[in-house]
């Protein structure tokens, strides 16, 4: 009776064990799945902040060049001086019309460059959807494996 005893109290303690050590393993599990994601999103905020600053700064050299002389005209030759045209200067139609077509220009090929520069996450999930492993991204975008997983990782846990 004694022996049965012995072995009932070992059998209990020894599940209650294992239900200790999987609820470790659990833990530990969602401790490492949250870092993830911490990261990636601290990764996220941190390319968000560069491309805020650097479109501030384009802003603020957009203002600093309305205040400089503005070149009005667009096919001249090497050899002629630059014409500049300044606030006592009138303003002809043709040279408005060249000056709202250089704008024109200007903010088409902005918009060009935009669309050309993808960010690091969509430059990640189009070559992990064209069958890339994370360390060959890793090397095609000169980034850390880990990086790469981590927000591969998020991106997976965010669908």
């Known amino acids: ?37 911490l990261s990636a999103f601290l990764l996220e905020i941190k390319e968000e902040n560069k491309s805020f600053i650097s479109k501030f700064y384009h802003t603020k050299q957009d203002d600093r060049s309305d205040e400089q002389p503005i070149d009005i005209d667009i096919h001249r030759s090497k050899d002629e001086p630059i014409r500049t045209l300044t606030q006592e200067e009138p303003i002809t139609s043709e040279t408005y019309s060249r000056m709202l077509a250089s704008e024109v220009y200007q903010k088409s090929s902005d918009n060009k460059r935009d669309s050309e520069e993808k960010t690091f996450i969509e430059q990640v999930d189009a070559l992990s959807q064209k069958g ?28």
């Open 132 to 159: 890339l492993t994370s360390s060959e991204i890793a090397k095609h975008l000169k980034k850390g494996k880990t990086e790469v997983e981590l927000l591969l990782k998020f991106h997976e846990n965010r669908k």
């Open 1 to 37: 009776m004694l022996n049965i005893f012995l072995i009932l109290a070992v059998v209990i303690l020894f599940q209650r064990q294992n239900r200790f050590i999987e609820m470790e393993r659990n833990q530990r599990k969602i401790q490492q799945e949250s870092e993830e994601m």
